[in-house]
């Protein structure tokens, strides 16, 4: 059996994710502003900056938990071809139920400021994928948790 990380080792780990989910987002956001409706460009401009900000923020975070951010890959595998503005939309629900999940992770991880940045930005992520798939859920950051839990 792994023994489990020190809680410092957590947060730096679920640091880390959360900032994996931030290369990711911003690379997805780059697809989505190509396709999005011209209706929606200017909440995926938002968007983005938003998720290149958190991305800043989280590689001071991992430097000073004691890691080397991981960089961003070159490309990301989408979850389906974005041709449309609908996919756009899709796509951009998809991104940020993603981050809100690597952000649950961190809540639980982390404490103190880094605890309430990481709560800031599930809540931000769940906003936002609320708009964009035109509807909540009721946990933001744990929807594919329950999905996995019901497919084991």
């Not at 990301?76 to 139920?97: G, K, N, S």
């Not at 599930?122 to 933001?140: C, E, I, Q």
């Amino acid at each position: 059996m792994k023994p489990e990380p020190a809680p410092a080792g957590r947060a730096l780990e679920a640091a880390q994710a959360a900032l994996a989910a931030e290369h990711a987002a911003a690379y997805g956001y780059g697809v989505i502003g190509a396709r999005a409706a011209a209706a929606r460009a200017n909440e995926a401009r938002e968007a983005f900056g938003g998720h290149l900000a958190r991305r800043d923020a989280l590689t001071r975070t991992v430097r000073e938990l004691g890691g080397s951010p991981r960089p961003s890959e070159a490309a990301y595998a989408l979850p389906f071809a974005v041709r449309t503005p609908a996919d756009a939309e899709r796509l951009a629900a998809e991104i940020e139920e993603r981050v809100a999940g690597a952000y649950s992770d961190l809540v639980r991880a982390a404490e103190g400021p880094l605890r309430r940045e990481a709560a800031d930005a599930l809540s931000a992520a769940a906003v936002r994928a609320a708009r964009w798939r035109g509807v909540g859920v009721a946990f933001p950051g744990l929807a594919e948790r329950s999905e996995r839990a019901r497919t084991s």
